[in-house]
């Protein structure tokens, strides 16, 4: 399946949550549905999602997320998964993500290979979907760190969900009878996402794409002829 190229007609978006009043809570349990800033909505869906600063707490004996102790991020707890949107189509260039261990001992998800599940709805039609690998902070076994993921080549998008899920093999999962027998909550499955960087084209480079589709189809029939 070939995918739209993005093109070149296109502004460039950052959210990097900063923005967000303190304790910012949504999601299906909470007024707020969803959360929105320099226009991309984030939406939680099966739990809610926290924007604010590190909850962490080492010295009580926590896990927690490295890197990333002094600036505001998108959590998604409890299994939660986060779909993104914006008015109109979009490709994601990069993120910064990490496993999101709380609240639990420290060191419980030592060795763990959790992963993030991206699966993207393209503009033209049709699913993308690829897995980041997240990854344990070094030397801290059980606490994660936040790293910086480029997704070059992206797609025209109408929405990109992500979830947590755990290496089990050569598939990252969300639950099964492996999920099980391994010991992990599907409340486990928690992640924090931020520096979103997204790519998202102006009306009229939408219009061209739309002409020049249009233009290609009208080549192919009167070739058939």
């Known amino acids: 399946m070939a995918a739209t190229a993005v093109p070149t007609i296109a502004s460039a978006a950052?959210?990097?949550?900063?923005?967000?009043?303190?304790?910012?809570?949504?999601g299906p349990g909470q007024?707020?549905?969803?959360?929105?800033?320099?226009?991309?909505?984030?939406?939680?869906t099966g739990s809610d999602a926290i924007v604010d600063l590190s909850s962490c707490a080492p010295a009580l004996g926590e896990s927690c997320i490295r890197n990333n102790f002094?600036?505001?991020?998108?959590?998604?707890?409890?299994?939660?998964?986060?779909?993104?949107?914006?008015?109109?189509a979009f490709s994601i260039d990069a993120l910064d993500a990490s496993f999101f261990p709380l609240p639990t001992p420290a060191g419980i998800f030592?060795?763990?290979?959790?992963?993030?599940?991206?699966?993207?709805?393209?503009?033209?039609?049709?699913?993308?979907?690829?897995?980041?690998?997240?990854?344990?902070?070094?030397?801290?076994?059980?606490?994660?760190?936040?790293?910086?993921?480029?997704?070059?080549?992206?797609?025209?998008?109408?929405?990109?969900?992500?979830?947590?899920?755990?290496?089990?093999g050569a598939d990252c999962v969300r639950s099964g009878v492996d999920f099980d027998a391994a010991g992990y909550l599907f409340n486990d499955l928690q992640f924090a996402i931020?520096?979103?960087?997204?790519?998202?084209?102006?009306?009229?480079?939408?219009?061209?794409?739309?002409?020049?589709l249009g233009g290609?189809?009208?080549?192919?029939r009167r070739s058939a002829r």
């Open 14 to 26: 950052l959210v990097d949550f900063e923005s967000a009043p303190p304790l910012t809570v949504v």
């Open 31 to 44: 007024p707020d549905a969803s959360y929105t800033e320099s226009g991309v909505t984030f939406t939680p």
């Open 70 to 88: 002094l600036s505001v991020y998108l959590t998604a707890l409890n299994g939660a998964e986060v779909t993104i949107t914006t008015q109109r």
């Open 110 to 168: 030592a060795n763990s290979p959790m992963g993030l599940k991206l699966v993207g709805t393209l503009w033209d039609g049709g699913l993308i979907e690829t897995t980041l690998s997240l990854l344990e902070a070094p030397g801290v076994p059980g606490d994660f760190v936040f790293s910086s993921y480029g997704l070059p080549g992206s797609p025209l998008l109408r929405s990109m969900t992500l979830g947590a899920c755990v290496f089990i």
């Open 194 to 212: 931020d520096n979103l960087s997204l790519t998202i084209p102006e009306p009229s480079a939408l219009w061209l794409v739309a002409l020049s």
């Open 216 to 220: 290609l189809a009208f080549t192919r």
